[in-house]
């Protein structure tokens, strides 16, 4: 009898509350996640190593709005992953022995969120994860050894990139070098136009079909209103303004997750899309407009008021004006 209570006690415990944005490290809170629970996942977790735990936190994303500022003084830093080990330095032996270890700390820790969240996911569940095209192989790497299959590698093409790292003519110019207009248009790097977003899935139970009659998940919408077909590069979706900047400095366009949403997850009143990397809660916010559940975590306090704000706004306009959705 008393085992029978356990079961049920913990059976209760393990309920998933729909709709809720959750504070604190997504390793600690998924595990009081039911198994196979989860029909999506967009997510956009720091990029390497350096936001890894205390790293991300007030402090740091005010070093980084307080050095990259717009003109309306709103915050919003471009270069992202700007400030980073992997992002500067030069590329000698002494830089790549000590970035390595960083590479390989922080393919470890995404294990520890990829692992939990398979166990999350219901057979056949996408999950959709933003990167570097620099760092994007460790986290693949993570989600492939947690049970997940690759599906595709998407491109989110900006529409503007800034050229970085060395222009040779300018550097050897400063160093007073004669040579230095011989080595015009020679560059250590390209301009970076694009962010990489794997598409992994949970192995499906037997077929697409009988996958989707049981878990209402598995299968893609992959033709556009106007005909025709998906492709695998997604451009012409940048933000529709400032606002959504709003007060966090990594926030992605809404327009692009809820092409993402749409695309990834069948409508069903079941379907609950995820963000265990929530920041200002853009994936959540596509998700309500679309009227899916969600489920969000968040590291830093300070933003949920923010992720809260935006669902209700949305959801607010959404009721005023209904045909804009
Ligand atoms: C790149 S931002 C996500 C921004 C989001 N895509 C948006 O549009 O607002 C990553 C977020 O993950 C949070 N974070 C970092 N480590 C975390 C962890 N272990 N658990 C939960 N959240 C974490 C950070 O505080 C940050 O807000």
């Known amino acids: 009898m008393l085992w029978k209570n356990r079961v049920l006690t913990k059976l209760i415990e393990m309920k998933l509350e729909k709709n809720k944005i959750y504070s604190g490290d997504c390793i600690n809170v998924m595990k009081e996640f039911p198994t196979d629970s989860i029909a999506c996942c ?33 915050t919003m830093v471009k270069n992202i992953p700007y400030g980073s080990g992997l992002a500067g330095g030069v590329r000698n032996k002494r830089w790549y022995e000590r970035n390595r ?4 700390d922080y393919m470890k820790w995404c294990q520890l969120w990829t692992d939990e969240l398979f166990r999350v996911c219901k057979a056949g569940a996408p999950v959709a994860v933003f990167n570097s095209n620099r760092s994007i192989a460790h986290v693949q790497i993570a989600l492939e050894n947690s049970g997940f299959y ?38 250590s790097a390209f301009r970076n136009e694009w962010e990489a977003i ?34 695998n590069i997604l451009e012409n979706l940048s933000k529709k303004d400032k606002s959504e900047n709003y007060k966090h400095c990594t926030v992605k366009p809404l327009g ?31 998700a309500s407009e679309l009227g899916f559940n969600y489920i969000g975590i968040e590291i830093e306090d300070n933003y949920i008021p923010i992720i809260e704000e935006r669902i209700e706004k949305s959801r607010l306009e959404k009721q005023m004006n209904p045909t804009l959705f």
């Open 101 to 104: 270890k960083n590479d390989l």
């Open 42 to 74: 967009i997510t956009d977790p720091p990029y390497n190593y350096e936001f890894i735990g205390h790293k991300w936190d007030d402090s740091e994303v005010k070093r980084r709005t307080d050095r990259v500022q717009d003109k309306n003084n709103k």
């Open 150 to 187: 690759t599906r595709d590698l998407l491109v989110y093409r900006r529409n503007s990139g800034i050229p970085r790292g060395l222009n040779l003519e300018k550097k050897l110019e400063k160093m007073g070098n004669p040579d230095s207009k011989n080595w015009k248009g020679w560059h």
């Open 256 to 286: 692009l997750i809820k092409k993402l949403v749409d695309t990834l997850v069948p409508p069903h009143k079941d379907n609950i899309v995820f963000d265990p990397f929530a920041g200002s809660g853009t994936t959540l916010v596509a």
């Open 198 to 231: 794997v598409l992994v899935q949970k192995p499906l139970m037997n077929n697409y079909w009988n996958t989707l009659q049981t878990t209402n998940v598995g299968i893609f919408k992959t033709v556009n209103e106007d005909g025709s077909f998906q492709s």
